[in-house]
């Protein structure tokens, strides 16, 4: 276990001692003008920036691949990406910087060709669900043809689903599956409303979350997670921060 949980019992620790831990981000959008992230290199850049003064230690950013409104590739992705590692460089801006996706869930998507997919690392791929309306018995499906496929599936910010808040037995299922399960940071501090903030901790205390990242977006979000660094957090022992490392590293 890592440091931040010594005995057994719940402990209380701050936002920022939590990211200290953490070091990777492996879920945000900062690559500019290819999504609803960073409109710019500058805003790209001050948003690196943040994460890094808030304590993270390596980024791995991840745009939106949705065909109907970002249709977004390696094509599209890669440029970007050096893009921001260069003006990074050029700053003296020391801090690892690569670029994977967030897929939104499509039928066809396990029909995409491996090779052309962007892992976060050990051929994980960071998928998401509709936030409103639950996917069809289909996605069950089209997850078991990715892990056939040797793929690993990270589902994004399992507690902001509206229609599965509260539902610990869905969340059991995808683990069950060997789904890896990411959650925000800000939903631990209030950003997406109490009942959000109340069902993310529940999932932590319950041994449910495998990754937790920023979701970074915006010059707002990250005001967010600056003002609110030093909200403690009373966290349990199953927070294995070892695993986000083994994941992300």
Known sequence: MNWLFKNNNKQKVSLSELIVAIEVDGHSHLLPGIDDGAKNLDESIFLVKGLQDLGFKKII???????????????????????????LKKLQVNIPFNSAAEYYFEPKLAEKPKESLLFLQNQEILIEFD????????????FFNLQLN????????????????????WVEELKNMGVYIQMNLGSLIGNYGFPTEKWALQ???????????TDLHNAQQLHTLQSKKDKILSLNNKLDINLFNQLLK
């Open 131 to 142: 936030m409103q309306q639950a996917p069809n018995e289909m996605w069950k499906e089209v």
């Open 150 to 169: 040797g793929i690993g599936i990270i589902l994004a910010h399992v507690e902001r689903y509206t229609y599965n808040i509260g539902q610990i037995k």
């Open 203 to 213: 999932l932590i205390n319950n041994g449910m979350i495998d990754l937790l990242c």
């Open 61 to 87: 950013t991840t745009p939106h691949i949705y065909s109907a409104h970002y249709p977004n590739s390696a094509e599209t992705i890669k440029p970007r990406e050096k893009e921001v590692q260069d003006e």
